[in-house]
């Protein structure tokens, strides 16, 4: 199996910037598209960004030009710089990712998130 861990969030005034990290441990072969979710309260699960295998990115109109999503293979893992950010950024931050692995002789690709991380921003 694949794990994903996510760590960063915290309280943050508005304006400044947040770093989240997003590690994947377990049984893993290749990481395919990594993505990051964004959960407000008392709203639906979000995507904000999206980093392919090839680094093509893309983000919500929400974020474009104040975040920025990157990866790196050699450490399975994956982040989000956060600038500028405003009261409407604030929610639990998830990591999803399609990950390639081994199971019983059997090569599959599973869809894996995290437990989340909180960001809250203050005025």
């Known amino acids: 199996q694949a794990q994903l861990a996510e760590s960063g969030g915290g309280l943050v005034q508005a304006g400044g910037s947040l770093k989240l990290s997003c590690g994947a441990s377990?049984?893993?072969?290749?990481?395919?598209?990594m993505r990051w979710y964004r959960q407000a309260p008392g709203n639906e699960r979000k995507l904000v960004a999206t980093?392919?295998?090839?680094?093509?990115?893309n983000y919500d109109e929400a974020v474009k030009g104040r975040f920025i999503i990157s990866r790196d293979d050699a450490k399975n893992s994956a982040h989000l710089q956060m600038n500028n950010l405003n009261l409407d950024d604030t929610g639990v931050y998830y990591c999803?990712?399609?990950?390639?692995?081994?199971?019983?002789?059997?090569?599959?690709?599973?869809?894996?998130w995290g437990q989340g991380t909180l960001v809250t921003v203050s005025v």
């Open positions: 377990g049984r893993i072969l290749r990481i395919f598209d």
């Open positions: 980093i392919s295998k090839n680094g093509e990115t």
């Open positions: 999803n990712a399609n990950v390639l692995t081994k199971l019983d002789q059997t090569h599959r690709v599973l869809d894996v």
